[in-house]
T-cell receptor, first 113, second 114 residues
Framework: ELKVEQNPLFLSMQEGKNYTIYCNYS?????LYWYRQDPGKSLESLFV?????AVKQEGRLMASLDTKARLSTLHITAAVHDLSATYFC?????????????FGTGTRLQVTL | DGGITQSPKYLFRKEGQNVTLSCEQN?????MYWYRQDPGQGLRLIYY???????QKGDIAEGYSVSREKKESFPLTVTSAQKNPTAFYLC?????????????FGPGTRLTVL
């Protein structure tokens, strides 16, 4: 059974600081996704990481994937208050034509002034 | 505008009642999914469908049922057999097996059992 673990579960950081969220998974997967969720809202897709060594950046967020270590990271550079949200990683497994995502428990990020 | 719509936004259910949550997409996506989210937790897959008239159980299908009669629609019924249905329900859709596909999520339905 695939297990996806994120840490930390909660992160409080000051504006301007850097930090990294970690996502570990237990078995081989096809792709890894990062999503953002604001309180009471739906999920917004941030990144899709397709292969080992993949790195993607959008604004102050950068995601990377190491399939050998079964680890993905979401790095936050010079945090701003608008980044406050819950961030989820999700690991995809494809069997035949079926695509299934298994989500981590999420990291709640709070950026303080 | 293309997107995924879910209705209702809020739903209250009495114990013993079946309720149906609507999910519609106009993105021409092949696959559709239902997830459940409990407070402070990640999403868990209930059911998914790759093509019309076909669907598969996810990790927590007990007490739920679905149908896929049209490509655009994937309604979820929460039956009285689901013992703890209070949760946030999210529907998603995706194109199958392209290099850039991801699952796009609807706005969600918050179900509360009275």
């Amino acid at each position: 059974e695939l297990k996806v673990e994120q840490n930390p579960l909660f992160l409080s950081m000051q504006e301007g600081k850097n930090y990294t969220i970690y996502c570990n998974y237990s078995t081989t997967s096809d792709r890894l996704y990062w999503y953002r969720q604001d309180p009471g809202k739906s999920l917004e897709s941030l990144f899709v990481l397709l292969s080992n060594g993949a790195v993607k950046q959008e604004g102050r967020l950068m995601a990377s994937l190491d399939t050998k270590a079964r680890l993905s990271t979401l790095h936050i550079t010079a945090a701003v208050h608008d980044l406050s949200a819950t961030y989820f990683c999700a690991v995809e497994q494809i069997t035949g034509t079926a695509s299934k995502l298994t989500f981590g428990t999420g990291t709640r990020l709070q950026v303080t002034l | 505008d293309g997107g995924i719509t879910q209705s209702p936004k809020y739903l209250f259910r009495k114990e013993g009642q079946n309720v149906t949550l609507s999910c519609e997409q106009n993105l021409n996506h092949d696959a559709m999914y239902w997830y459940r989210q409990d407070p402070g937790q990640g999403l868990r897959l209930i059911y998914y469908s790759q093509i019309v008239n076909d669907f598969q159980k996810g990790d927590i299908a007990e007490g739920y049922s679905v149908s896929r009669e049209k490509k655009e629609s994937f309604p979820l019924t929460v039956t009285s057999a689901q013992k703890n249905p209070t949760a946030f329900y999210l529907c998603a859709s995706s194109i199958l097996r392209t290099s850039t596909d991801t699952q796009y999520f609807g706005p969600g339905t918050r179900l509360t059992v009275l």
